[in-house]
């Protein structure tokens, strides 16, 4: 979610961390692009699951509110809190 040049920084991992919290959009592209790349290979049968925790987990529920097609998502700890209103 934040490439290889912010590994194993904890200040840079946090900047950006802090920097996709504010950016949900942000967030979505780059999570779908993973479910994408993984979708594609040809283990996958076109089905993708996804699973997170904490910031993980608010990537998972941000893929599921914007429509991603996953086989399922599970978030763990991940942030409720939604930019998105309910539908209905």
């Known amino acids: 979610m934040c490439g290889k040049t912010v590994t194993g920084d904890r200040e840079r991992v946090l900047a950006c961390l ?3 919290v504010a950016d949900r959009d942000k967030i979505s ?3 779908r ?3 994408d790349v993984l979708a594609s290979h040809p283990l996958a049968n ?3 699951a996804a699973i997170g925790n904490c910031f993980g ?3 998972v529920l ?3 509110r914007t429509g991603a097609r996953l086989a399922g998502a ?3 700890h991940g942030s409720l809190d939604s930019a998105h209103r309910p539908r209905g």
């Open 18 to 20: 802090r920097e996709l």
């Open 29 to 31: 592209r780059r999570a």
């Open 33 to 35: 692009a993973g479910v």
């Open 46 to 48: 076109g089905q993708v």
């Open 57 to 59: 987990g608010r990537a």
């Open 62 to 64: 941000e893929l599921a």
């Open 74 to 76: 599970i978030s763990v």
